[in-house]
């Protein structure tokens, strides 16, 4: 990476900031230029000179490739980047950086609190209090339970680490075989048919990449117990949607609580909006009233990295996707 001179350093931010946010920013490296906007749209004609985009990792990457000639970092200001990574984002000599780290305490008491919601059948309750039914659904608990969670990097610990006080079994897949503190057994993406028959509750945590894509399908459904739970607050490509609707309809699970849906809003006529056995999450595992705060210290500091020359913080391997 070469170092460039504060006086022309330029960062195009796709999203609104304040202006106390951006005179921070611009303090942060005297003689740099920082620009907002609020949408993709407004920002196109503002980054032929940038040397840095700040955009969320679901948006359209490509025209700002094509109009910024000189880029030379890329910042995702959500945790995904799949959407940033085009054939020519992997052929550019671009530094790809994400928000890892910002969202994994507030996603794992989201998972815990769809997890418990599932368990302890809440969405049931709701429902009969809104129409004044006095019934006893048939409840359960998290104790003794066994929870698989699929991926384990910090997301997957933090989950690890809540849950494990419920006098759970933690069975973990990730990558590489090494011990963990919360965990009882690990083991490797390959060995995930060992793995989904012992669970009583699922729980995908693992990033987007090609290896990963409707990683939970039809078959792995199948491999399941009739009894278990299936929680999604990884990516929607690692499911494929499909083969959930059917395992959910047809009671080869007992339910699910879902954070992505391969489309955003959810469709009116999607079958999940239906079926009692599902929580339905708005993509809102990750919010907090502070994380956005979080987001903008992380860019922040990778700036002043950048002017320097000196590494970013959660540098993207843009081949693995992570």
């Known amino acids: 990476q070469l170092q460039k001179g504060c006086a022309s350093m330029k960062l195009v931010i796709l999203n609104k900031i304040s202006e106390e946010k951006l005179t921070e920013f611009r303090n942060a490296v005297p003689g740099s230029v920082i620009e907002s906007y609020p949408s993709p749209c407004d920002a196109l004609s503002h980054v032929s000179d940038a040397d840095a985009i700040a955009m969320w990792g679901f948006q359209n990457v490509q025209p700002f490739l094509e109009a910024s000639p000189h880029v030379r970092w890329i910042h995702s200001l959500s945790d995904g980047v799949e959407h940033l990574l085009t054939k020519d984002m992997l052929k550019r000599p671009i530094i790809l950086t994400n928000s890892h780290g910002i969202h994994d305490h507030a996603v794992a008491d989201h998972t815990l609190a769809l997890l418990l919601s599932l368990v302890r059948c809440l969405p049931i309750m709701i429902r009969q209090q809104d129409q004044k039914i006095w019934k006893r659904p048939k409840t359960d608990s998290l104790y003794q339970k066994t929870v698989a969670i699929i991926g384990y990097g910090s997301i997957g610990k933090a989950i690890a680490q809540r849950i494990k006080g419920f006098n759970t079994k933690i069975l973990a897949v990730k990558k590489h075989i090494s011990d963990d503190p919360f965990t009882d057994q690990v083991y490797t993406a390959d060995q995930i048919k ?121 540098e993207i391997n843009k081949t693995k996707g992570y």
Do not use: C, Q
């Not at 060992?194 to 729980?203: E, F, Q, R, W, Y």
């Not at 609707?245 to 079958?271: Q, T």
């Not at 929580?279 to 992380?298: K, R, Y």
């Open 194 to 314: 060992d793995v989904l028959p012992k669970a009583d509750i699922t729980i995908a945590a693992l990033p987007s990449t090609p290896e990963t894509n409707e990683f939970f399908g039809k078959k792995e459904f199948s491999l399941m117990k009739k009894t278990s739970f299936f929680i999604n607050i990884a990516r929607a490509s690692v499911v494929n949607e499909n083969a959930l609707v059917e395992a959910l309809s047809e009671h080869r699970i007992a339910g699910a609580a879902l954070d992505v849906f391969e489309k955003e809003p959810l469709p009116e006529n999607h079958p999940f909006w239906s079926m009692e056995n599902v929580i339905i999450s708005p993509h809102s595992a990750s919010f907090t009233p502070d994380s956005w705060n979080h987001v903008l210290e992380l860019l922040k500091n990778n700036f002043i990295a950048f002017s320097k020359g000196e590494k970013l913080t959660n």
